[in-house]
């Protein structure tokens, strides 16, 4: 069995984010990114709460320089915004080539003993038993090599869903030989 396929930036992306998600999963780390978050939304609260009281009592004067400060607070968070997703529009087509290795086409071959892939002029060869396991999701199918290193391909490769079904079967078949 045989499948060809060309990736784009959205698909490293997206796979990345699963793979990550995936070593992440039988972590206690998994949590600390949302508590994280969530302390960062409740000091940004409780600054904005403080800020608040403060003005509503001594609102009687003028207070220009606490003005001024919150609206730069302001503008930075604005600024770092846009100038990341900026940054990040900017960065994708000058990291992933068209004609480099990244977005070439890429061909996955099951053969007897190993699972071949073929990406530009360049070949990897896998044992069977060097492929930790088999997932996927309804866009991509990945091919576990280490625990944070994953082969995927795009389900929009396969032009059935029973054929995406029948490469896991296969593949996963020679996995537990």
């Not at 087509?93 to 190993?114: Q, T």
């Not at 396969?158 to 079904?165: D, G, I, L, Q, R």
Request: proline share 3%; glycine share 8%.
């Amino acid at each position: 069995m045989e499948v060809q396929y060309q990736p784009d930036t959205n698909d490293y992306y997206a796979a990345q984010k699963y793979v990550c998600r995936s070593v992440a999963r039988d972590s206690f780390w998994r949590f600390v990114p949302k508590v994280l978050g969530g302390i960062f939304g409740l000091c940004i609260a409780l600054g904005a709460i403080a800020i608040g009281k403060f003005y509503d009592k001594y609102n009687f004067l003028n207070f220009y320089e606490l003005n001024w400060g919150l609206g730069i607070i302001v503008l930075g968070f604005v600024i770092l915004v846009f100038g990341l997703s900026s940054y990040n529009r900017a960065i994708k087509p000058r990291m992933f080539n068209p004609e480099g290795l990244y977005r070439s086409p890429h061909k996955i071959s099951l053969d007897d003993n190993n699972m071949v892939v073929t990406v530009k002029n360049n070949k990897y060869s896998y044992s069977y038993g060097d492929v930790l396991r088999v997932d996927d999701d309804q866009n991509y199918v990945y091919v576990f090599i280490d625990g944070g290193a994953a082969l995927y391909i795009p389900a929009k490769t396969f032009e059935t869903a029973e054929s995406k079904k029948a490469f896991i079967n296969e593949l996963s078949n020679r996995i537990n030989r």
